[in-house]
């Protein structure tokens, strides 16, 4: 029976196998070129042709990323064969653009001299790929390579470079990876220079018309992270500048590196040593700190848990220090297993209620999570629980948030949302989560002799008691500020004032418990 | 109202705003011309006796960034500045957040000399290392410039009638033999 071509647009590339005489479809055919541009046309096992379609792009895919390390393990590009739009006036690229992904490490770090290391990433790379595919991906970033080549030695013509004093601009352009590139620059640059040559690149980039089809061209913004050392540690100071960028949504940072050979690596390091020190000898320890009804500020009426850790020299080391390095070093998830263990230890022996901060990323983690739910369920302390949502603003998926809510609230588990009204931009979460208390942020609270402040506070005091939820002002730090949060109408109180954070058996002492 | 009692508000009022401008103008006098610190008149007058000794007990900490002169030497007294400026917020919001008694001055370039009360000895060089360790993790900015700043320090206790040159030189050799 004859293969039949589809006409619709959408299914370019599908054809239809007729086999029976009533004319239902029975197979499908697909016409794709393959890794050397040889047309080539094969039966796929689809039901329909939108399946069909399905086959055809993943069998695309594959060839485009097959041909993309191909292209990225050459040592010199063929890039230099695209065809660049007039009207951008890029001229043929340069010696320096280099595709190779392995040299640039070898490179850099053997390079002896004060350099400029600069890696930039193209902002939402990923769209491009699936809108416009692997292809015009990989000859968007050789334009892009192209495009700061011929910028570059646009501006040594200019005598940009001269007039500053360097002699002969001497650089390389590699592609690292996917939307990657590393410019490496082997001269000695003045910060401010360094500033404009890169400024003048983003500007030059955005307004470049990279083309993605005969038809059509987009626009393109990038990142930067830049660097001036020598040696291999350039290019990972160019990853934190980079990393930086991206975080703060800037298009240019740069990473100062002439303090990098005193103690900024070896604090780093230490904390990392204390981290796995902690870990391996379960030095993780808890501290609470009282929550007081206004009516009673003399016994606490539950403790809030807070983690710490200790030095070899036994100091305790508050979370500035450890918590962002925990989760860089992808150690705070055995961190904070031994905080939960230590926690619902305390409150085993102890007729106490207990708050326990968890973030989103804890909430995203089910081993963490099914472990708390099942010891909840066998310790029988749902009742003198609470969970304590921490950086609530990092929420995205508020139904997984709120399945893990349910479970814990069906065994009694009550919720606070911490740092409420920090950046004013976690109310929606209120609404949308079922929360028993929210904490006042801190930051608040600590300003609250301002009237502006303290009216803001009111009505986020106001709002929560309309909604049936309690609130609790954190950082009571003197009578002053007590005083102000008690006539807001807040119904808990929490500080360094009523009590100071201490590990368990300083708490016992203070406030006389009575320890099972 | 009788006219002596008009006069009498209007002498209260004169008072008061004459008190107001006096601490405006000690407030001034004593305030480092770059960071929130106090500066080294503040020191003189008012924590020093006239014979440069020590009216009060307490632990003096010694900061000083590190690298400061590089970078000052690589970018220029602007950008110096800003980050004195961020690292002296730094060590202010870190005291603050940890409810302690203390002072800070700007003493001389990037030394700060910080004056902590009512604290032990362990306790004050628990505080240090909190902030030491936590400003490591900190990313000073000025502009599209990021900087990890450290900085070196000693702690010293004093004591009543204590001379400062003393102190402050025995804090000198501890961040020498610190930063060894």
Redesign the interface.
């Known amino acids: 029976m004859p293969i039949r071509t589809i006409t619709d647009k959408q299914y370019k590339g599908v054809s239809e196998l007729y086999r029976k005489s009533d004319g239902e479809v029975t197979g499908y055919y697909v016409t794709y070129r393959d890794i050397d541009g040889k047309p080539i046309k094969k039966r796929v096992d689809a039901a329909t042709r939108d399946e069909a379609l399905l086959k055809l792009k993943e069998i695309k895919q594959e060839i485009d990323l097959e041909k993309q390390g191909k292209t990225m393990s050459a040592p010199i590009p063929e890039p230099l064969e695209i065809i660049l739009p007039e009207e951008n006036e890029v001229e043929k690229p340069s010696k320096a653009v280099k595709n190779s992904t392995s040299d640039h490490k070898k490179i850099i770090s053997e390079h002896k001299d004060v350099a400029i290391v600069s890696l930039l990433d193209i902002v939402a790379f990923d769209d491009i790929n699936i809108l416009y595919g692997y292809e015009a991906g990989i000859r968007i970033v050789h334009m892009m390579q192209n495009l700061i080549a011929d910028t570059l030695n646009k501006m040594d013509a200019d005598g940009l470079f001269a007039k500053n004093g360097i002699a002969a601009l001497s650089y390389e352009i590699f592609h690292v990876h996917e939307d990657r590139l590393c410019l490496f620059i082997k001269n000695d640059f003045k ?1 401010r220079l360094l ?1 404009a040559i890169i400024k003048q690149l983003i500007t030059k980039i955005s307004k470049y018309k990279f083309s993605v089809s005969d038809e059509s061209h987009i626009h393109l913004n990038v990142t930067f992270g830049a660097t001036k050392a020598d040696g291999a540690d350039s290019l990972i100071y160019a990853e ?2 980079l990393k ?1 960028a991206k975080r703060s949504h ?1 298009s ?5 590196s ?2 990098r050979n ?3 690596e070896h ?2 390091h ?2 990392y040593e204390v981290l796995i020190d902690n870990i391996k000898e379960e030095k993780v320890t808890p501290h609470f700190q009282g929550i007081f009804d206004v009516e009673n500020q003399t016994v606490p009426y539950k403790f809030e848990s807070l983690m710490r850790l200790k ?1 070899k020299e036994g ?4 979370p ?2 450890f918590m ?2 925990s989760k860089e070093y992808r150690l705070y998830t055995q961190l904070m297993s031994q905080m939960i263990d230590k926690v619902f230890d305390v409150m085993e022996k102890n007729d106490v209620a207990m708050t326990l901060n968890l973030s989103y990323v804890d909430i995203n983690n089910p081993e963490l999570c099914d472990n708390l739910i099942s010891r909840v369920k066998k310790m029988k302390i749902g009742k003198r629980l609470t969970v304590e949502i921490v950086e609530s603003e990092q929420i995205e998926d508020i139904d997984m948030i709120n399945e893990f809510i349910f479970s814990l609230k069906k065994l009694g588990v009550l919720i606070a949302i911490d740092d409420f009204g920090s950046g004013f931009s976690n109310f929606d979460n209120i609404v949308k989560l079922d929360v028993d208390y929210v904490k006042l942020d801190g930051s608040l609270v600590s300003k609250i002799h301002d009237e502006k402040y303290r009216i803001i506070l009111e009505n986020m005091v106001k709002i929560c008691r309309d909604l049936g939820i309690k609130t609790i002002a954190e950082y009571i ?1 003197d009578e002053s500020i007590l005083d102000l949060a008690k006539s807001i109408g807040v119904d808990y109180l929490q500080g ?1 004032h009523l009590h ?1 954070p201490a590990q368990w058996d300083s708490v016992v002492e203070k406030f006389d418990l009575i320890v099972v | 109202m009788h006219n002596e009692d008009i006069m009498n508000k209007e002498s209260t009022m004169d008072l008061n705003e004459l008190r107001n401008s006096m601490h405006l103008l000690r407030k001034q006098l004593f305030s480092d011309d770059i960071t929130e610190c106090k500066n080294r008149l503040w020191l003189l007058k008012e924590k020093l006796n006239n014979n440069e000794t020590f009216n009060d007990f307490g632990y003096m900490v010694s900061i000083r960034i ?2 400061y002169d ?2 000052v030497e ?2 220029d007294a602007n950008v110096g500045n800003r980050l004195l400026k961020q690292v002296s917020d730094y060590i202010i919001r ?1 005291m603050k957040g ?2 302690l008694n203390f002072e800070i001055v700007r003493y001389v370039e990037d030394n700060f000399l910080i004056l902590m009360y009512d604290l032990s000895e ?1 306790e004050v ?2 505080h240090i ?2 902030m ?3 400003m ?2 900190y ?1 000073f900015k000025h502009r ?7 900085c ?1 320090s000693a702690v010293m206790q004093y004591i009543e009638h204590e001379s400062f040159s003393s102190v402050l030189d025995e804090l000198d050799q501890k961040l020498f033999e610190n930063a060894m």
């Open positions: 910060h500033d934190k500048a930086e800037n240019y940072i740069f990473h100062d002439t303090s005193t103690n900024n604090l780093v230490k904390v030095d100091r305790v080391l508050s500035a220090v962002e390095k730090s360094h100071k | 590190s690298d590089k970078i690589e970018y870190f940890n409810h362990d060089a628990e290392v909190n030491e360790n936590g490591s993790n990313k599209s410039r990021m900087f990890q700043l450290t070196q």
